[in-house]
Nanobody
Framework: QVQLVESGGGLVQAGDSLRLSCAAS????????MGWFRQAPGKEREFVAG????????PYADSVKGRFTISRDNAKNTVYLQMNSLKSEDTAVYYC???????????????????WGQGTQLTVSS
């Protein structure tokens, strides 16, 4: 069983930066593919960014490419999402997800992730 706890959400203004963190349980975190997803009110949950177990593969949604950066610290069992140049349309609940798999490619599909955190709210005011 893998437990994920997100933190770092809040209320910011358009143009600001913020970093989300996701702490994971488990002694084999370094083997997990990790992902960030988000869900805005009335919309489906969507992929934001992913990172392979090695960190070499980091796909991004087109809407965040160039503004968001995903990274991981295996020594701390933590994955991060650095968000810059935030926009009002980034407002959503952000979820961390894990797939215990030595995959070299981080999946962009919700169905491929086995564990999910409870989410952290990000609100960007314009």
């Amino acid at each position: 069983q893998v437990q994920l706890v997100e933190s770092g959400g809040g209320l910011v203004q358009a143009g600001d930066s913020l970093r989300l963190s996701c702490a994971a349980s488990g002694r084999t975190f370094s083997s997990y593919v990790m992902g960030w997803f988000r869900q805005a009110p009335g919309k489906e949950r969507e992929f934001v960014a992913g990172i392979s177990w090695s960190g070499r593969n980091t796909p991004y949604a087109d809407s965040v490419k160039g503004r968001f950066t995903i990274s991981r610290d295996n020594a701390k069992n933590t994955v991060y999402l650095q968000m810059n140049s935030l926009k009002s349309e980034d407002t959503a609940v952000y979820y961390c997800a894990a797939r215990p798999d030595y995959a070299t490619i981080a999946s962009t599909l919700l169905m491929n992730y086995d564990y999910w955190g409870q989410g952290t709210q990000l609100t960007v005011s314009s």
